[in-house]
């Protein structure tokens, strides 16, 4: 029994220095000999301090040390970006080392970091670096930040580092000597001065491509290579070393601006390299949408929420678009498609390989395989970002040598056709002036004809001319003779109007219409034009509404031909009335109804009428006519 009980005490001291071994933090032993070291797992034991008030002093108090845990990641990370992390490493100085080493830190994106660092008399030393100070400060001109172990004694040394930062990080710690510091920088700004040369090289020859062609799928692709290097130099804090080294303000906008416009400028590139618009229709609209959302996405990160900057990942949408849209367009047959889509490839394998070395599972790769990943990626792109360019230059080229061949060859036919109309032409123009001698010789010959028929024609002209005198100078004598004719007939017509037997018919000779005695009753009325208005006694007019009528230029008063006549109010034709005045004057009255009917052709009720008015009228202005003497029975008409 009590055999059995010294074997479980023995077990439980097994263990618990077991256990003790497993959770204590190891120390690394240095010595002066050795090049660099990283500090990983349980080498590093952190503490997360979430009000970011404790100082060195609360620490490296009695209760500051159990704070401290075992780091169980690769790397230490800060999973809560709003708090302080204090990180811890020990080491076991086997030999002064006489200020040779250096702890170094590599991302560049940490903002801020405090290390405390103990000095040959065992006080810490407090230094202070970060992306939030001018790069003048730092103690090595290099990227990185790096803090002296000045003259540490030998044995046991705690060494404490105080970091913050707003992106998700891990927290790597490197320790190095001088020389390997100095050696490794060397290379890594040789690789750097090769990676941007040659972009510089590839910016300058697409610059002459579109200079000398002037395809905007160069100059867009220049604008794409300035954004790539310039979030290369942001990412790797070259831009803060040479281009803003006092403005460390600019830091946490850098890397997204840059990130933003390199994604946007990739999309309007591939829109005019692969014609999406035509060619893909739908991928053109989702791609103008993924460009607004970005844009929308990159305006609130800068003006309202820049830690929204650290979401890199969200330009996985618009590299994830390329390449499907690369994919589509190749599978439909356009050629230079091919290695849009391989240059896509190889950059999303970097990206991949960015994100695994940021989640901490690509520590089984080589650390310069996945730090230069991502801008070896970015060299291959455009390596073949420039064949698809050329690809798609080469075919154009093609095209417009297979245009000119068949402009030449067009060219050829027009040619030849223009040969045989030309040949067919001359031998028209040919049939045609023969044709037009022929034609001319005959009108000559009828022009000949025509010259003897015209002198024919000039004689009997002449003689026309001489029989046209004659026969104007007998017309001239016809003329005088109708004259004398004309007058002899109105003096027998108005002797037989004032016979007592003249008929109807011989009546209208001499008054045929209204016309006519409208005309002689005008003359009878305004003799030698004497007029003068029954209104305002004027003596100006012109012509009036009813015919022969006269109105006064003065008051406007229309004054028929008719009024002031016995033939006023006449409601039978106007000759007719002449007519029936002219029998009852020449019979003296003694002329009955039914005669004048007879004569006339008007109803006898309407001749008693008219012929009792005009009886009335004659035998109150014989009273007046006998003074004067006149008998004619135009001297009635007037009755004012």
């Not at 618990?16 to 690394?28: E, G, K, P």
């Not at 040969?419 to 005959?442: G, Y």
């Not at 002899?488 to 007592?500: K, L, M, Y």
């Not at 029998?583 to 009720?605: D, F, W």
């Amino acid at each position: 029994m009590f055999q059995n009980k010294r074997a479980i005490f023995a077990l439980f001291v097994f263990v618990s220095v077991l256990f003790s071994r497993a959770f204590a933090q190891q120390d690394f032993k240095v010595n002066s000999g050795f090049e660099e070291h990283v500090f990983v797992k349980d080498e590093l034991f952190i503490y997360e301090d979430k009000t970011g008030k404790l100082g060195i002093n609360d620490i490296l108090s009695e209760t500051g040390d159990t704070l401290f845990k075992a780091n169980r990641d690769h790397y230490p990370r800060n999973r809560n970006k709003e708090s302080y992390y204090w990180v811890r490493v020990n080491i076991n100085v086997l030999k002064n080392l006489n200020g040779k080493y250096v702890f170094e830190f590599y991302d560049q994106t940490t903002e801020f970091i405090e290390a405390y660092i103990p000095n040959e008399k065992g006080n810490y030393v407090k230094r202070v670096a970060g992306a939030q100070r001018p790069f003048n400060e730092r103690l090595l001109g290099h990227k990185n930040y790096h803090f002296n172990l000045l003259n540490l004694k030998s044995g046991e040394q705690t060494c404490y580092f105080r970091v913050k930062s707003s992106a998700y990080i891990n927290i790597i710690i490197v320790l190095r000597s001088i020389e390997r510091v100095l050696n490794y920088a060397i290379s890594e700004y040789f690789m750097f001065g090769l990676f941007y040369g040659m972009l510089l090289i590839f910016c300058l020859h697409n610059m002459l491509m579109y200079i000398a062609i002037k395809r905007k799928e160069y100059l867009i692709y220049v604008v794409y290579l300035v954004f790539v290097a310039l979030f290369e130099m942001s990412s790797d804090g070259v831009a803060f070393q040479f281009i803003w080294p006092n403005l460390p303000s600019l830091n946490p906008y850098a890397t997204g601006i840059s990130l933003y416009c390199m994604g946007i400028s990739a999309l309007v590139f591939m829109l005019h390299l692969l014609h999406v618009k035509v060619k893909a229709p739908g991928f053109y609209k989702l791609t103008i949408f993924v460009i607004a959302f970005r844009t929308i996405f990159f305006l609130i990160c800068l003006f309202i929420k820049p830690e929204w900057f650290i979401y890199k990942f969200i330009e996985f949408i618009p590299l994830s678009l390329c390449f499907i849209i690369g994919i589509n367009i190749l599978v439909k047959g356009y050629k230079p498609a091919r290695f849009f889509v391989l240059a896509y490839s190889i950059l999303m394998a970097g990206f991949a390989v960015r994100v695994l070395m940021v989640l901490g599972i690509a520590r089984f790769l080589p650390g310069y395989v996945t730090y230069y990943s991502l801008s070896v990626c970015f060299i291959l792109e455009m390596v073949f970002l420039s064949f698809s360019i050329g690809d798609q230059v080469r075919i154009l080229k093609k095209r417009k040598v297979r245009a000119q061949d068949k402009v030449i060859q067009q060219m050829k036919i027009n040619t030849s056709l223009k040969d045989k109309v030309n040949r067919e032409l001359e031998e028209k123009v040919a049939d045609r002036t023969l044709l037009l001698k022929e034609q001319k010789e005959e009108l000559l010959k009828h022009k000949a004809i025509i010259e003897a028929q015209n002198e024919t024609l000039l004689a009997v002209n002449q003689q026309l001319e001489a029989q046209k005198e004659e026969i104007a100078n007998m017309n001239a004598l016809l003329e005088k003779d109708n004259e004398v004719l004309k007058i002899n007939i109105e003096e027998v017509t108005d002797a037989r109007i004032h016979s007592r037997d003249i008929g109807f018919n011989e009546f209208v000779v001499k008054y045929p219409d209204k016309e006519s005695c409208y005309k002689f009753l005008s003359e009878i009325k305004w003799r030698d034009k004497e007029y003068l208005c029954k209104r305002c006694d004027n003596d100006a007019f012109y012509p009036g509404k009813s015919p022969f009528g006269r109105r006064c230029s003065k008051c406007n008063y229309d004054e028929s031909v008719l009024s002031g006549t016995i033939f006023q109010n006449s409601r039978i034709p106007i000759n007719k009335a002449f007519y029936i005045l002219l029998l009852i004057h020449k019979n003296k009255g003694e002329i009955s109804s039914y005669q004048l009917s007879k004569k006339t052709g008007i109803r006898q009720s309407t001749c008693w009428q008219y012929a009792s008015n005009y009886k009335d009228i004659i035998a109150q202005r014989n009273a007046v006519l006998k003074k004067t003497e006149q008998s004619d029975w135009m001297a009635y008409v007037l009755v004012e």
